[in-house]
């Protein structure tokens, strides 16, 4: 059996030794509930304040503005439906065709219950075009809420937030702008303090923290509708007991890949380029790859260690199957589409054909690979395409 090589960062990420390490002595003896008034459930409440203050502490926000929640998709959906509920049917909300699912079937929904929501497209390596919004503003059309993920799941490309979020409150302040930062929480730095940021979702098992835990940024004095109706925690904008352990974890998990955040983002930089030097010069056919959100002057701008690549002629499930079989974990896109046929919306968004889409695997990792796993890794590859492209070209 071949040593696993875990490459699917995007997806989930292992918890840190660190972070089980400081949640665990609220698994066994600080399990209390934090609504008790008692010392077992004052202390159980003080663990959740001070990680809201460490975390309010690294945006540079105020620890009020940060709602706990079960993670990435129940920030999306407490985003959005709190404030189309607020906002009513008569304004227009504004998304990408890039989403993820918890934001694209969020949006579904609202449009089911007539609202008016709107699309946006992306150009060819998936960046928002500017000018639609723009387009939508000289129309003097009354928009509610736009949501714009800060990098996507599947190419890691990165929004330009700060310009998307800065035009839209020139045109009107009132706008709400929300962020999917799943994929970029813990991998950037973002300063929530004087930005035009109103809404951000985030996620602990993207960096290091558990599954089942995350949060939503809300600006102090953005309106939401409570969505989940109950006991009144989290200011009474999520009810429900609080995951005391998960909480804490996700703000050790925060501080550690903050501490390191530039060294690590350069360490991982180099790998990445280490990698994908590798891949175009192992002794493949060069012009059967194509890096999904690289430009063809090497530029990009992107999450680091997250590689979106096709191979002609290969079906991603088949090289999947291959390196699953030497215990390699990559993806087909993202974790949602890793056992369809189907081919991924944000994959189609970017002018790829269904074949293109089908042929395209997502490999993501982060700082602690080795030179010796990425050589393996490459090497794994080059065998699954060839062996994959015998395969098609001898049936
Ligand atoms: N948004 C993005 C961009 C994601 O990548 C994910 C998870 O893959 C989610 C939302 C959903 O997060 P969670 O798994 O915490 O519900």
Redesign the pocket.
Known sequence: MNKELYCDY???TPVLPEVLVEMMQYFLGGYGNPSSVYAKGREAKMAIESARTRIANIFKCEPEEIIFT???????NLAIKGVAQEKGKDKLYITSKI?????LNTFKELERLGYRVMYLDVDKYGFINIQQIEQVITDKEDIALVSI?????ELGTIQHIDLISQMLKKYDKNIIFHT????AVGKKEIILDGSNIDLL?A????FGAP????FLYKRNGIKLNCQNIGGGQELGLRSGTENVAGIVGMAKALEIHMNNLYYNLNELQKKENYFINLLLHIGMDNNIIHFNSIKPDGSKRKIGGVINVRFDNVGSQSLLLYLDNKNICVSAG???HSDSDTPSHVLKSIELTDEEALSSIRISFDNTITIDELDYLAQSIKEGVDYCRQMTIST
Not at 70 to 76: F, I, L, N, Q
Not at 149 to 153: I, K, L, P, R
Not at 180 to 183: F, N, Y
């Open positions: 995007s997806a989930t079960s993670g990435g998709t129940e920030s999306d989403e993820h699912p918890a934001i993920m800060y990098a996507n799941n999917d930062a799943v994929q979702s996620s602990g098992h993207k599954k089942g835990v995350g993202s974790a949602c």
